[in-house]
């Protein structure tokens, strides 16, 4: 069966709505991250750090003209609005629960074109995300970007950021690389690879 794990992916539109109204809204690792054995199966080659107790870190599944798919971690927690990664996951007896680097080799199936955004928040700002985060319901397909967004509008880094009724991963991508690229925040933006996103090439 597809694992349907691109909120942008073409399909049949009522399986999408089943699977989304199916899907965990949002899931807390609360596994030790000091565990290999248990996660040997699905870890990537690299090592990307955990997002830290204050730390939004946003991924951004661009292998696709308007981006394939948006996910968000607040420190253990993550929403993966409209994706699959936790139902796939889960089926597996063994696994601990999600991971940054094991979300983004997820991710990675689509194509190497993931881009992760960092940011430190201050504890007013995180436990307002996370609030949100947890409060939040299913996700219709083809709306992961207008999640995401929603969840980070105008809190600390994100105030210039709105609320939205529509958004695209690859668009909602370009505001926050507004903000790493013109130092508006204090952000990151990096690859898989943990290097910096503009070794990208434009266009790519």
């Not at 399909?11 to 999408?16: D, Q, S, V």
């Not at 949002?26 to 107790?53: F, W």
């Not at 599944?61 to 609005?81: E, S, V």
């Not at 689509?110 to 960092?118: A, E, M, T, V």
């Amino acid at each position: 069966m597809p694992k349907f794990k691109s909120c942008l992916r073409a399909c049949p539109l009522l399986l999408l709505i089943l699977l989304a109204a199916c899907s965990t809204p949002t899931v807390v690792r609360t596994a030790p991250h000091a565990k290999p054995a248990a996660e040997k199966s699905h870890a990537p080659s690299h090592a990307l750090g955990e997002p830290a107790a204050n730390e939004a870190v946003i991924v951004i599944n661009n292998n696709a003209g308007p981006g394939t798919h948006a996910g968000i971690f607040a420190g253990p927690r993550l929403n993966d609005p409209a994706g699959s990664y936790v139902g796939t996951r889960s089926m597996d007896k063994n696994w601990p629960g999600p991971s940054l680097a094991d979300y983004v080799e997820y991710q990675k199936e689509d194509g190497d074109k993931i881009q992760i955004y960092r940011f430190r928040l201050s504890p007013a700002d995180f436990a307002a995300l996370d609030m949100r985060m947890a409060a939040a319901g299913p996700t219709p397909p083809l709306f992961c970007a207008v999640a995401v967004q929603n969840f980070i509008a105008g809190l600390g880094p994100f105030k210039a950021i709105p609320s939205v009724g529509w958004a695209t991963p690859a668009g909602l991508a370009e505001l926050l690389d507004q903000l790493v690229d013109k130092r508006i925040a204090a952000g990151e933006c990096i690859l898989a690879d943990n290097q910096p996103c503009t070794r990208l090439a434009p266009g790519l």
